[in-house]
């Protein structure tokens, strides 16, 4: 028997004190597979110890909630007795040491979240960020994380339909890899993971359990250092015909009445699935791990506790149904074997080559799993600019900006993912939102990712209301009326207090953002320590909380795009402006300020977001608009050039007066909109806007072939084939060789 030491101790990633409170729980010392539950189950990426005090702020109910934070994935109601089911979560480290099988098992777990519900998977997305281009290892990470999602999602037969790619120095050492998938199932049949029934049957469904993927869990709650190439055997590896494969036999068992309780195994794998259903159910466990289907030979107990295999499901049944379900997972050829029974000690009991080899109570486990208030500081938001730069030729900032890493073009990604199959997505990436038809029927879900990372550092508060806002008006956008969010929240280290500083302050602006939105947050995932020693010492991200939202369309032909659809149509600005240049891309870009020296972040004024949002949405369903797109990076200007091009069609802008050109076309104001509209509709939707106390501005009208902006003194003038070199040339340059392979 393996003796405990500190250093095992501390290797397992449990703190002195954490291992005395495993002491106590024990009334013994534990032996190795004990040690090991208890390490993945109190890891950060399980047991949310540093912040799940701050997340029961986050509004999390509302009439359309069928089910919030706490099961696999989050539930609304989309009417006619449907729901959908969606969920974000991180992939983080495994996708920075192994960056094609970290990023496809991403996409394999969070799909198996919301299958497991009950819902057939209908779109993924995902939000993906990168260190610097010129790192000598971004290259090779795009490549790997973008091929890895497409080939699981593509083999796997669920449409990936948009997402983020972002690039920042900051996440040279630690990239984000973020994957979400939303589903769609009936009310009545959502499945959920408490384990009753004493005496009930606990079955293993899926892949072989081999040694890929152990201590996975506790790699993802601790920061990279030098060695973490050494990791690689922590990341697991996925087969997404496999995952196909599984989807079909659950939801095919889940037409019966067999099924109790399921949960996947994901994270911690049969070590927080078992803990999670039979601590939710108030109720003991005991496996027989001898009857666990093995990949490999020889393994141990703790081996297979820790294991993180992909694609495997835990079930409990009711007694006397394992034939029928047996011959389900058998005809899709899926290993199927019942390991386990519940009981009703409260305690999990493994038994292995006719040993008891774990013994452990579950309430320290789950519910009374270490929780910290961790020391926070804020810092104060930078000083506004008192030596503002000026723009001195709009075209030729436009084209920077349209060329830089955060604006650029993400076709060469995209074109890598199937976003057709399953033959219901409406809109595809490169607009505000996607938009996916609910199958046989005129509804739809559109569905969008956002977060903007300089807010978040700049100005936690401000940052995390502006995450939430944003996707609540890229939803918009499409004409989708804003259900509920799910986030990732991707942090450095919480034991430093400025970080934990970023965390708090971030969900107090989410929180906020979501009562005046009335936008609840029904699932979602926390990823801490994300920085890395190798970089310099301890180097953090900047803070990302990212945010995934999903809203509904009756009817999907209704949906709003982003191109210039006609010349002649009226160009209007939607909403109040008030030439925010701080933290803005036009200053980082244009100017090479960034950071502290880049002022504060843009301000949300979160009813005019409302009032504007309410007013776009409405006008896009009366048939006025003819093309709407939020105001977000780079500004107006950028917003113009891409519905230019999406529409291959020019525009010409009409600034005679006097005025500041940075902050008339490069300003990051929030809650604004550009729209078009013919003059047939005009005055309807000036009126509505004066009722509800929007400020509108016409600013031009579409036609020809290049954005003219007319300044007093001259006319700034770019072609559309200019700004299309600019704007698609980012990728295929930063690839090289690989963007021919896309």
């Not at 699981?152 to 900051?170: D, I, L, M, S």
């Amino acid at each position: 028997m393996t003796e405990i030491t500190p250093q095992i101790v501390a290797d397992h990633g449990l703190s002195p004190d954490e291992y005395d409170r495993v002491l106590h729980a024990l009334g013994r010392s534990p032996n190795m597979v004990e040690l090991g539950i208890f390490s993945v189950m109190w890891s950060e990426h399980c047991s949310y110890k540093s912040s799940r005090i701050h997340l029961k702020k986050l509004p999390t109910t509302g009439p359309q909630v069928i089910c919030g934070p706490g099961e696999n994935a989050g539930v609304v109601d989309i009417g006619d007795g449907q729901a959908a089911i969606f969920k974000m979560e991180s992939h983080n480290h495994p996708s920075y040491i192994e960056p094609y099988q970290g990023a496809a098992t991403g996409v394999g777990g969070i799909l198996r979240d919301v299958f497991t519900m009950g819902a057939r998977p209908i779109a993924n997305m995902n939000a993906l960020r990168f260190g610097a281009p010129d790192h000598p290892r971004t290259r090779h990470l795009v490549a790997g994380v973008v091929r890895g999602i497409g080939g699981y999602g593509n083999c796997v037969g669920v449409p990936t339909v948009g997402g983020e790619v972002n690039f920042h120095k900051a996440y040279d050492g630690n990239i984000l890899v973020n994957a979400m998938t939303v589903g769609v199932a009936d009310q009545d049949r959502i499945f959920y993971s408490a384990a009753s029934g004493i005496g009930n049957p606990i079955v293993y469904v899926g892949s072989k359990t081999g040694r890929d993927g152990i201590h996975g869990a506790t790699m993802a709650s601790a920061d990279f250092s030098e060695d973490s190439e050494e990791k690689r055997p922590t990341v697991q590896v996925g087969d997404p015909f496999t995952e196909k494969l599984l989807i079909e036999a659950c939801l095919e068992l889940m037409a019966t009445d067999v099924i109790v309780a399921i949960q996947d195994m994901g994270a911690a794998g049969l070590t927080s699935s078992s803990v999670e259903m039979a601590s939710k159910g108030g109720v003991g466990i005991e496996l027989v791990m001898d009857d666990v289907p093995q990949r490999e030979s020889g393994m141990t107990a703790y081996e297979m506790m820790l294991s993180e295999s992909q694609e495997r499901m835990l079930m409990v049944l009711k007694p006397g149904r394992e034939a029928e379900a047996e011959a389900i997972f058998r005809k899709w050829e899926l290993d199927f074997a019942v390991i386990g029974r519940v009981t009703d000690t409260g305690r999990m009991v493994l038994r292995h080559r006719g040993e008891i080899v774990c013994d452990i109570p579950l309430g320290p486990l789950a519910d009374d799993a270490p929780c910290y208030d961790r020391p926070w500081t804020f810092i104060d938001p930078p000083a506004p600019i008192a030596d503002m730069p000026r723009s001195n030729d709009i075209a030729a900032d436009l084209l920077t900006l349209m060329a830089c890493p955060d604006i650029a073009s993400r076709r060469w990604v995209w074109e890598q993912y199937d976003s057709q199959v399953g033959g219901d997505t409406v809109q595809r990436p490169g607009g505000d939102a996607a938009v996916v038809r609910v199958h046989g029927t005129s509804k739809a879900l559109a569905i969008t990712t956002d977060c903007t990372p300089r807010y978040c550092f700049a100005d936690p508060v401000m940052g995390g209301r502006q995450a939430i806002a944003e996707t609540w008006r890229n939803l918009t956008a499409v004409g989708a009326t804003p259900l509920a969010a799910t986030d990732c929240m991707n942090f450095g280290n919480p034991q430093r207090p400025e970080i934990m500083g970023q965390f708090v302050g971030c969900i107090e602006g989410m929180a906020d953002a979501c009562r005046a939105l009335e936008y609840p947050i029904v699932s979602g995932n926390v990823s801490l320590y994300n920085e890395s020693k190798a970089t310099g010492g301890g180097s953090a991200i900047l803070p990302t909380p990212a945010i995934g939202g999903v809203g509904l369309l009756a009817d999907w032909q209704k949906s709003a795009t982003i191109a210039f659809k006609d010349i002649g149509d009226i160009i209007l600005v939607v909403g109040s402006r008030g030439g925010h240049l701080g933290q803005s891309l036009w200053l980082r870009e244009c100017h090479a300020r960034e950071g502290l020296d880049a002022g504060p972040p843009p301000p949300v004024d979160l009813d005019a977001e409302r009032r504007t949002g309410d007013l776009v949405r409405a006008g896009i369903l009366a048939g006025h608009l003819t093309a709407v797109h939020d105001v977000a990076d780079g500004g107006v200007a950028v917003a113009i050039a891409e519905m230019a091009l999406a529409g291959g069609i020019g525009a010409m802008i009409d600034r005679k007066q006097p005025f500041d050109c940075a902050r008339s076309f490069f300003a990051e104001d929030q809650g604004v909109y550009i729209v078009t509209i013919d003059d047939h509709g005009m005055l309807d939707f000036l009126a509505a806007a004066h009722a509800a106390g929007v400020e509108v501005e016409p600013v031009g009208r579409t036609g020809g072939k290049r954005l003219i902006f007319e300044r007093p003194d001259r006319d700034d003038v770019v072609t559309l084939d200019a700004l299309r070199a600019a704007h698609e040339g980012f990728f295929p340059g930063l690839m090289g060789a690989d963007a021919a392979l896309a």
